[in-house]
Structures are given as C-alpha cells and as structure tokens.
C-alpha cells in the first residue's frame, strides 16, 4: 500500500512556490490509478517521490510523510527501490544505459546479479508479451520516439517491479501503440502490479483506471472512481482542462483533410534519405505541400517521420531537392529557411533564462517583441527562469514560442503536443492557424486527432518503406 500524507513539496529551483500542496492520498496494492490535469500540476513530481529521484536528483523541500508498505521512503535510496518501483519517464531517452536494445532490456537484472538464465527467459518473455521481436538488437538512437518508449517500458518489466509509475507513457506514440500500451498495462493489472499513471492523453486508458485523480495546482481536485468514471463528460473533462475522451485514429483524418495542392507550393523531388548501413528510410518521388497551412504528417511509429523532418530542414542530409515557388533549395540552403521545434525540447534550449532563449531565435533581437511571444505561450510568469528548470510541457512551449519568434518562412514542428493539456494544445492550436494567416507555411508531425481536428489543413500519411 502506498499512503502520502499531508504531502507538500518545493523544487530548490522555485522554492516559493509549491509543486504539490498537502496531497492525502492512500493507494491500495493492485490498483490502477491515473493522475491527470493541466500541464504543472505536480503529476511527475508525485511520481518523482515515489521512485525516490526527489531528493536524489531533484533537491527541494518537502513536508509530509510518504510510505510503501508502512515503511517511509524518506530513509531509503533508489537503489533500495530497484526491484520495487519501476519508472517509465516521459522522456525515455533519460533512463537509457546502453547503445542496443538488446543490452538494455537485460541491464537492470544484470546489475542486481541476477543469474543468467533467468535474465533471457525474463527478455523472452517480455519481447513476446510486448511484440518487440523486430526491435531487438537494434542501436537505440536510430529508433523512433515511439519505438524508444516501448523499450523502456519491456526495461521495467523484464524487472518484475511491485510498483510501475507511468510518466506521460503514451506521448510519442501512434494509435495501434497507443493500444499496445493499454494491453501491457491490462496485463500488469491481471498481475496484481500497482500502476500509477500520469497522462494528458487519458483516452486509452480511461476505463481501464481503477481512479482517476485530477491534479489542480498541485493538490487534488476531484477523484473519481466506478460510476463516476462512467458518468464522466466531455463537458466535465473540459471544465477540468483534460484531453477529450474521445479516440479518433489519425488515418481517419487523412481523405478528409487531404486537398487539392496548387501551384507555387512546397514541392520535393526524388527526395530520398538511408542511414549509414545504406538501410534507406525515405523514398519520396514527388512530394507536394500547400503554402500557408498547417500540414500534418501522420504514420506508424519508425516509419521515419522525424527523419522526414530532419531531411526537410536539412539537419540530415539528403539526395533530393525542394522547391518553393520557382526556386530550388539543397539542404544547406534549407537550413536558412526553415525552423524546426524538435519532439525533446531539451536538445535545443541553450541559455541561461527562458527570455534569453527567445531573444536568441529572433533574426534581430527585439525585447518587447519576444515577451509578447511569451505572454502568448503563456510563459512570460517565467522569462527569468533558467528553462532547464521548467516542466516537459512548458518546455514544448518555449520551443515553439523560439520557432515563432525564428520568422523563418517554413517551421517544422515535431509532437509539439507531447506534453501538453486541452488549454496548452488548443493555444498552440491557435498560434498555427495565426501564423498561416500570416503567410507562414507549417509541417507537424503529430499522432495527435484533437490537435489535427484544431488547425490542420491537410493530413499526409507517410507509410513504411518495403526491404
């Protein structure tokens, strides 16, 4: 069983201000709770608690008791937590170890001595329990945000922990991952684990939560339970800032948003791309994207949409031209053109305050203009924080508030709503279909339905290369 009491607690960070406010909470062994609400209301800090990375990694102060099985946590460490709890972060790249997926499902049992034997029949059973075969052996970094999540989530499994904490779990993930994802936690509640779940994305999971407790400024807002979950609206999931609970398949949306393409739009030609064991990626004859809208590119995790991307802003490379208008640019030449917000904001912030980090995007900096672009991203509260210190979603956000302020003509945008609520995605949402009155030509690739029903003018499935 695990009871929080009277919790409260402040990053060293922030210290005026507390990411959780007095949380009483009692969760009994074998439940399936999902925590929820607006982007900062303490999801990941209460996971943070449990696995032991507060006060480890996260110096602040923190009130209240906190105990598993009615012994405190307070006196133990993380190793003392290995084979216990098992965390699946928001960012899976943060809990890799090793270069091959292989290694890295092994490596948590190898370093508590486990016998060999019972490592690979643990690794045999997970890859079929998952449906991972086709990713082992594999180098991890030429995995996709999606494939990357599936591996961390089969690392904590092969582990067997009590307890699995679940942060943002489903963010880079497509629809049929999505439902893998429900299936493994299906399994791990048929088990008698106890899962912890902190999502904006609730849809999947919804009626598989034993109790949803939604978070508000770090303290509980509501819990709900049984026929409550049931009764529960799209009118009370918007009173509470959530995701709808609506699931829609993004390749539903493609014959729908998918339009005549007219001349003088983005045009790719023979646009290829293979990685360094001449294993090719992409294969694009001809390619056409309208100017001024907001194109979504859709597709199954490792279909290589990202490296679309990066091809397109010339990050990678590429045999191939893109046109605009009358004019042809190679990658160099699209690297003066165009903006791309990656899918880990964390790659690309560099300063020492958030305010810095716009004012550097701008072609000529311009102070007032960049806090205008704050306030918009709702972010201008934390211009003088360093942005290192700021949540996943508010990370998001000041990369696209850097892409806006960036001016380029075209801004690529990689699950720009991974990390963030109803109100956040829906005022990104707002921002796209501003800029593309405005001229500026946008290409996301999200697996997102609501963020694509919002500004989305088009939808391009990008499909699998056959061998």
Sequence with gaps: MIRFEQVSFAYAANPDENSLKDISLTIPDGECVLLTGPSGCGKSTLLRLLNGLIPEFYAGERSGEITVDGK??????????????????????????????????????????????????????????????????????ELSGGEKQKIACASIDVLRPEIILLDEPSANLDYDAAEDLRQLIACWKAEGKTVLIAEHRINYIWDLADRVVILKDGRINRELYGEELARFTAEDCTAC???????????????????????????????????????????????????????????????????????LCGIRKNKGIMWMGDKAYNSRARLKEIFMVMQDAN?????????????????????????????????????????????????????????????????????PTS?????????????????????????????????????????????????
């Design 72 to 141: 405190s946590i307070a006196k133990k460490g993380i190793y003392d937590l290995v084979g216990k709890v098992g965390t699946v972060f928001q960012n899976p790249r943060s809990q890799f170890f090793n270069v091959d997926t292989t290694s890295e499902l092994a490596f948590g049992c190898e370093n508590i001595a486990m016998p060999e034997a019972e490592i690979l029949s643990r690794i045999d059973r997970t890859v079929r329990n998952f449906k991972i075969k086709s990713l082992m052996d594999r180098d991890i970094f």
């Design 241 to 311: 800032g959530l995701r709808s609970l609506e699931r829609i398949a993004p390749l539903e949306l493609v014959s729908e948003k998918r339009g005549p393409v007219e001349s003088g739009d983005i045009k790719l030609t023979d646009f290829t791309y293979a990685y360094r064991d001449k294993r090719p990626v992409l294969r694009i004859r001809e390619m056409d994207l309208k100017s001024a809208s907001v194109t979504a590119i859709v597709g199954a995790n490792g279909v290589g949409k990202t490296t679309f991307l990066e091809c």
């Design 347 to 415: 790659h690309q912030l560099f300063t020492e305050s958030v305010l810095d980090e716009v004012l550097i995007s701008m072609p000529r900096e311009d102070e007032e203009e960049a806090k205008r672009i704050l306030e918009e991203v709702k972010l201008l509260p934390f211009a003088q924080r360093h942005p290192m210190s700021l949540s996943g979603g508010q990370k998001q956000r000041l990369a696209i508030a850097c892409g806006v302020a960036s001016n380029r003509k075209l801004l690529l945008l990689d699950e």
């Design 419 to 467: 990390g963030l609520d109803q109100v956040h995605m829906k005022l990104v949402a707002d921002i796209l279909n501003r800029l593309k009155k405005e001229g500026r030509t946008i290409v996301t690739v999200t697996h997102d339905s609501e963020f694509i029903q919002n500004c989305c003018d088009e939808v391009v499935l990008l499909e699998r290369m056959m061998p």
